[in-house]
């Protein structure tokens, strides 16, 4: 028996060997499972009656619903927990396209959906994420947030009802938390859980409001005071994993501090269609209070949309992509899409959850590292990296932070040639208080060097890379033609020396392929802009020749590849954190030459738009939260529904915008937002009123008349 149990324990050891370089490579994939699997998985449901639950909210009742899956074995596993985003909860299927239209939000706040319509089982979309999570060793909880939140009736300074989502995960937490330490799960979900969920390696999964949500639930656990803790004893939240998710509909700035963290934004995204999911990742990397060295990462993929990450979502929020090929058409999801979640997430969770995480997995965030074959096959991406905003690991050369010309270190720059060199808070898509620097160039010989230190220098020798930030941005016909595998624009990167020395100049495109901005296409096209993200370029200092890294004193970009170009650059720093030196960035190459504009049919005939102010009227207000106790609440109709998806909807009245916003009788021809009495008399007779929500095609609801309020 000694004989046959080493043999078999050898067995194991080599095939968890053999398990784990091909997970490094990403390709053990097969048709049913993405990985070498282990485990062979069973899977439950609890759901447990609707009540008025004031550790969720006490004004609407909310359920504990969610799906597990497990390995059969016993064991004491890593728990890994799914948020869903926001969704209507009622769906009818439509034989003739074979889906299911969720088109009702009854069960919001009923519980129960109408005739010849199904609950939508919005936490069941992540099935095919879960089962293999579980088959790699790991507990999977995706709840249910159809009960009194999607959809449901936005608060004060919680307009996306994310921190409500928050407490909603941490109250499911608390459950299984009773459940692993005492026992009595419900018996609908037909095994037991006593004992099986290691509560101190827990990693988060959020999609859409989602995200936001997860990253409520770890603030508010985390917050000074906090009940939480006391509720949930043991529980350490290690990791989150974001997909597509919205930022900045709480009243406060919630963050991922004290997490390894990773968000998938999806490039052609027609629901958060600004891809607003960046902007933790730049306030994070601002902040250098984290001492630990606890990764940040962002991963743009190419072609992908919001739904169908998603599988219960089944019509695209996108009717199409601009600048880069579509991974999905407009009706029953995509199979390549979800492979990018599967060799993405599943990777993310192994590398840092468990007694024994995998580090090697993660090196698919980091943009100087190879990507394998199974995501490269599917479409292109675009990388941004922090392993660490600790001031000990880092020299900041410039944040861009100091007026135009002066460096972070207080040092003039030098340039020559450039028709723009700016200096600014990013004025797209990133966070406000992103800093970079808007620079263009048309002629030879251009170049900005950023000057870090006097001409002695000084010693970089214990720093290994250096890291800065890029995007590039549309001018003349850039954004109407086809992009490169290698990138759409290129130049030099040099390190300076004492007196003036210069290293050998390395290429951009030998460290990455920086194309030009995309973004979904949905309904006009001149009604969309292109997002312009910021991608990390991480280059070992061991590439620049002929330099004293001793007496280093800057970084001179030299714009003499691409004869004319506009780009940002952001974040330029050295780094103890060493970088690889092969990218592998044109293995793409057959799904990079993609149409400037790509849509599809639209799933119905487009009608002409019948949009109106149905009511001006002035109301008390009962909530805790508003700063009045008085509003005017402004309600519209249309043909048209406003969609329920994760984009909050927003009224600008004139040049003045709006956020509070609900569906009156759960109607999604009608919103109703609500504006405190100052804000009302702020606006102008005449003002243009338009409601915009994510990537649809605005509403236009005509010129505001205050004579008609009552």
């Known amino acids: 028996m000694k004989i046959l149990s080493t043999a078999i324990s050898s067995y194991f050891r080599k095939a968890l060997k053999i398990s784990v370089y091909l997970l490094s490579l990403g390709l053990a994939a097969t048709s049913t499972s993405v990985y070498a699997s282990t485990f062979k998985v069973i899977d439950g449901e609890y759901k447990l009656p609707a009540t008025v639950d004031k550790l969720v909210t006490p004004k609407v009742k909310t359920e504990l619903w969610a799906h597990v899956w497990r390995p059969q074995s016993r064991g004491r596993y890593p728990l890994v927990v799914f948020l869903h ?71 004060m300074k919680d307009w996306g009802l994310n921190l409500r989502r928050g407490r909603l995960v941490l109250r499911h937490l608390q459950k299984l938390a009773q459940w692993n330490s005492q026992g009595g799960a419900p ?26 949500g997860m990253r409520a639930a ?76 606890l990764t940040k990462s962002t991963f743009q993929v190419f072609g992908a949309n919001h739904n169908f990450y998603n599988t219960e979502w089944q019509i695209s929020d996108s009717t199409g992509c601009r600048g880069q090929t579509p991974l999905f058409n407009i009706l029953k999801g995509s199979i390549s899409q979800r492979r990018t979640a599967l060799y993405s997430l599943i990777p993310f969770f192994r590398s840092n959850l468990g007694k024994h995480p995998i580090p090697a997995l993660a090196k698919r965030f980091d943009p100087s590292q190879p990507l394998p074959p199974a995501l490269l096959n599917e479409t292109f991406y675009a990388r941004g990296y922090n392993a660490s905003s600790n001031p000990a690991e880092n020299f900041i050369i410039d944040n861009f932070d100091r007026e135009t010309g002066i460096s972070s270190q207080g040092r003039a720059n030098e340039s020559f040639g450039l028709s723009l060199y700016e200096h ?70 040099s390190l300076t020396g004492a007196n003036t020395a210069l290293s050998e100049p390395v290429a951009l495109t030998s460290y990455a392929a920086v194309h030009r901005a995309g973004s979904s296409w949905f309904g006009s096209p001149a009604g969309n802009t292109n997002n312009v993200i910021l991608q990390t370029v991480r280059i070992p200092l061991a590439a620049f020749n002929n330099i004293d890294l001793a007496h280093f004193s800057g970084v001179r970009f030299s714009f003499d590849r691409s004869a004319k170009s506009s780009i940002y650059l952001a974040n330029i720093r050295l780094t103890k954190a060493a970088a690889g030196d092969n990218p592998k960035l044109t293995d ?34 009962n909530d805790a939260e508003a700063q009045a106790t008085s509003a005017v609440e402004i309600e519209l109709a249309s ?34 937002f609500t504006l405190e009495e100052a804000e009302y008399a702020a606006t102008q007779q005449g003002d243009e009123l338009t409601v915009h929500i994510g990537g649809a095609e605005p509403w236009k609801l005509g010129n505001l008349d205050k004579s008609v309020s009552n």
């Open 218 to 293: 770890v603030t508010l656990y985390n917050d000074p005071g906090s009940a939480w803790p006391e509720l949930i004893k043991g529980l350490k939240v290690r990791s989150l994993f974001e997909i597509g998710p919205v930022d900045g509909q709480a009243g406060r700035t919630l963050n991922a501090n004290g997490l390894v963290w990773n968000v998938l934004l999806p490039a052609c995204d027609g629901d958060v269609s600004d891809l607003q999911g960046v902007k933790p990742f730049d306030r994070m990397l601002q902040d250098t209070s984290e001492t630990q060295a």
């Open 424 to 493: 600014k808070n990013f004025e797209l898509v990133h966070d406000i208080t992103q800093r970079t620097a808007a620079i263009n160039w048309d002629q030879a010989g251009a170049y900005l060097q950023i000057n870090a230190a006097s001409l002695k220098g000084i010693d970089a020798s214990n720093y290994q890379t250096l890291e800065f930030r890029v995007a590039l941005l549309c001018f003349d016909e850039l954004c109407n033609s086809k992009t490169k595998p290698t990138g759409d624009v290129d130049f030099s990167i």
């Open 85 to 155: 985003g926001n969704h209507a909860t009622c769906g009818k299927i439509i034989p003739e396209l074979e889906i299911r239209e969720d088109d009702n939000i009854d069960y919001t706040t009923t519980g129960t959906c109408p005739e010849g319509y199904v609950v939508t089982p919005n936490h069941m979309g992540y099935t095919y994420l879960a089962t293999n999570l579980a088959k790699q060793g790991f507990v999977v909880v995706s709840i249910n947030a159809n009960r009194g939140i999607n959809a449901a009736d936005g608060e």
């Open 639 to 672: 043909n048209r529904a406003f969609p329920v998806g994760g984009a909050l909807p927003i009224l600008t009245i004139g040049n003045k915008s709006f956020k509070l916003s609900r569906y009156p009788n759960g109607d999604l021809h009608r919103l109703v």
């Open 187 to 212: 018996a609908s979900l037909g095994f037991e859980l006593k004992g099986l969920m290691d509560f101190s390696q827990v990693g988060l999964m959020g999609h859409s409001r989602g995200g936001e």
């Open 588 to 621: 793409g190459e057959a799904v990079m030459a993609a149409d400037g504009l790509n849509s599809f049919k639209a799933l119905r005939p487009t009608q002409v738009d019948e949009n109106k102010v149905i009511a001006i009227r002035h109301v008390n207000l």
